[in-house]
């Protein structure tokens, strides 16, 4: 049964900061992973998907890399600033069922 | 206009009472899914449909039932909701394999 863990639980840093999220599965006969960010009480915004094929994938400031093989991805923040406050949750495509299995997340909160 | 809608965004409701939750999404997607999400246990699959004919259990279907009336549409019951059913449910589409969340209905079982 695939399981998908996210170190921190929690994260607190001043604003200009660059920094790194973790995520990481036991399964890695994956489709893709995708990050999301989740503000409070509201829905999920998708942010990067990496395919299995793929090593990385950018958006803006936002860079997530893929090492399926060990069974790692991290989103990497570059610049943090107050509106990056956000849970950040990954999650995997497994092949063959076609669900997306969700890790626990991570709270971010960046300060000015 | 939002890609994928539900209705309602927050429902109380009491121990016993039949509620349907509703979703709709105008994004022409086959797939449609129902999650829930609970602090410290992230979201977990309640049921999905791959089209108006084939709908499946998730990993805790138990408590829910679903309807697919369309293509667009795909409701979520609970047919007698109980205090452990509160939570904020999610309903996701996808053609592919990403998938693209709605805002999600905040559920109260008192």
């Known amino acids: 049964k695939q399981e998908v863990t996210q170190i921190p639980a929690a994260l607190s840093v001043p604003e200009g900061e660059n920094l790194v999220l973790n995520c990481s599965f036991t399964d890695s006969a994956i489709y893709n992973l995708q990050w999301f960010r989740q503000d409070p009480g509201k829905g999920l915004t998708s942010l990067l998907l990496?395919?299995?094929?793929?090593r990385e994938q950018t958006s803006g400031r936002l860079n997530a890399s893929l090492d399926k093989s060990s069974g790692r991805s991290t989103l990497y923040i570059a610049a943090s600033q107050p509106g990056d406050s956000a849970t950040y949750l990954c999650a995997v495509l497994n092949t063959g069922f076609q669900k997306l299995v969700f890790g626990t997340g991570t709270r971010l909160l960046v300060s000015p | 206009d939002a890609d994928v809608t539900q209705t309602p965004r927050n429902r109380i409701t009491k121990t016993g009472k039949r509620i349907m939750l509703e979703c709709s999404q105008t994004k022409g997607h086959d797939r449609m899914y129902w999650y829930r999400q609970d602090p410290g246990l992230g979201l977990r699959l309640i049921y999905y449909?791959?089209?108006?004919?084939?709908?499946n259990k998730g990993e805790i279907s138990d408590g829910y039932s679903v309807s697919r009336q369309a293509q667009a549409k795909f409701s979520l019951s609970l047919e007698s909701a109980i205090p452990n059913q509160t939570a904020l449910y999610f309903c996701?589409?996808?053609?592919?394999?990403?998938?693209?969340f709605g805002p999600g209905t905040r559920l109260t079982v008192t």
């Open positions: 996701a589409t996808s053609e592919g394999y990403e998938q693209y």
């Open positions: 990496i395919q299995s094929s793929q």
């Open positions: 449909s791959f089209d108006v004919k084939d709908i």
